[in-house]
């Protein structure tokens, strides 16, 4: 392991935690269309990602959406605060929610 992360394969080392156990059941895909394409824009993303723990994956897309973020929250109500501030944060032309019923396979696990 050690010379594994000497050699910058591993970059860190992590606990799994059961989110529903903490209070963070709900995970919600948020997809995201952004209002405007330039550097400013996408920095003021990138900061409110970073910023917000709700936030457990953020991904900037090819094709028809510009970002999809992994949310997790303790309900519905906790993700409208969390929509709240995302938008007051960042300028976006449309943002859609699906929230997630079963969670068939979470991993990270990169398959070598």
């Known amino acids: 392991m050690k010379l594994l992360e000497e050699a910058g394969v591993l970059k860190g080392r992590v606990a799994l935690v059961d989110a529903g156990k903490v209070g963070c059941g709900l995970t919600v895909l948020v997809l995201i269309r952004t209002a405007l394409h330039d550097a400013r824009s996408m920095k003021a993303l ?7 723990p ?11 959406l510009d970002y999809v973020l992994r949310v997790r929250v303790s309900d519905v109500a906790a993700y409208d605060a969390f929509y709240k501030r995302l938008i007051a944060r960042v300028a976006l032309s449309d943002i859609s929610a699906s929230f997630v019923m079963e969670e068939l396979k979470d991993t990270t696990a990169v398959p070598l």
């Open 46 to 52: 990138h900061d409110a990602v970073h910023a917000m």
């Open 54 to 64: 709700e936030v457990t994956g953020a991904y900037r897309m090819t094709g028809d």
